[in-house]
Structure formats: structure tokens, C-alpha cells
């Protein structure tokens, strides 16, 4: 069983106590703790079993669950995911609009997110796919110290794509 086992389980006839305040009460026997943390409303949960003898300390169950559960939803909420976002552009961009268009992928990459770049070919296009690796190569050139190749440029139909992720 993992985390802090409760009153009924403790098998050891005595325990180092600590109580709801931090404050070490010494060495006594179960039964005693036990009644003593009844008198205050908690319970006796023993907090390290492998020790000797075994420690144990005053809680309340119910709170301590409900602030186990509010740091773990808080380490939730603060975690950050990955997300991938798209680029789409054509063989023959033009420069202003590739700029246009690299301005956003460093802002993606500068968010932690990882970047699709689709390259759409269209009609004749497709027979000339040497732009199409130039222009990606240009890409990565661009965002080299930024950004990694996580996916090579591949041709997946009449769309060439390649993935960059953040270093």
C-alpha cells in the first residue's frame, strides 16, 4: 500500500508520535496514541513504517486527502502541453509572406509548441519538388538556433511536411 497507512493497520505495539503541530511526543504505545488523537478529533497515521520503532503522527484524513488533492491539481494546472501548430505555405512563396509566415513559427517555437510546416503543391508544381526541399532547407536554416528537426521533410501526397520541435 503506498502513502500513509491509517490507525487500524498499524501492527507495531509502539510508536515514535508526532503531533498535528510537529512537535515529537517520544515513544508510546499504540492503543495510547491511538485514544490520544481521538481526544483531539484526528487521526493516528503512521507516516514511515520502515523506521524503529515506526513513526506516526496526528492527522486529520480528510484534510490531509483534500490538500493532497488541491497540490495535485495545482501541479496540473501549472503544467504546460505540448501542442503541435501548423504552417502552411506554397513552393513559390513570396519573401514577405514566408517572413510573415517565419515570424509565427518562432513565436510558436518560443511558446514551447512544436511546428508542422505543409507544403501544398498544386498542379505542375508537383513535378518540381526541388523547390519545395530548397524552401525547407531554408526553413531550418532559419530557426536553426532555435529549434530542431524532429520530422525530415517527407512527401505525403501532394504535400510535403516536415516537424520542428523547441531545443
Known amino acids: 500500500m503506498n502513502g500513509p497507512r491509517f490507525n487500524e493497520w498499524i501492527v507495531s505495539p509502539k510508536v515514535r508520535v508526532i503531533d498535528h503541530e510537529g ?4 515513544v508510546m504505545y499504540t492503543r495510547e496514541a491511538i485514544a490520544q488523537a481521538a481526544e483531539l478529533g484526528l487521526d493516528l497515521v503512521e507516516v514511515s513504517p520502515n523506521a524503529d520503532p515506526p513513526v506516526a503522527k496526528y492527522l486529520d484524513v480528510g484534510k490531509f486527502k483534500y490538500e493532497a488533492q488541491k497540490k495535485a491539481n495545482l501541479a496540473r494546472k501549472s ?20 517572413d510573415t509566415k517565419m515570424k509565427k513559427v518562432n ?7 512544436k511546428v508542422k ?13 526541388q523547390l519545395g526541399m530548397n524552401l525547407l532547407k531554408r526553413v531550418q ?9 524532429e520530422a525530415y521533410p517527407r512527401m505525403e501526397g501532394r504535400q ?5 520541435a523547441p531545443k
Not at 23 to 26: F, I, R, S, T, V
Not at 117 to 129: P, V, W
Request: glycine residues 8%.
Open 141 to 149: 536554416d532559419d530557426v536553426a538556433e532555435v529549434a530542431k528537426i
Open 79 to 98: 503544467q504546460k502541453t505540448q501542442e503541435i501548430k501548423e504552417i502552411k505555405m506554397r513552393p513559390n512563396i513570396d519573401d514577405h509572406d514566408y
Open 160 to 164: 510535403m511536411l516536415m516537424v520542428l
Open 23 to 26: 512537535e515529537n511526543l517520544g
Open 107 to 113: 513565436d510558436f517555437i518560443g511558446e514551447g509548441d
Open 117 to 129: 510546416i505543409t507544403l501544398r503543391f498544386r498542379g505542375r508544381e508537383l513535378s518540381h519538388g
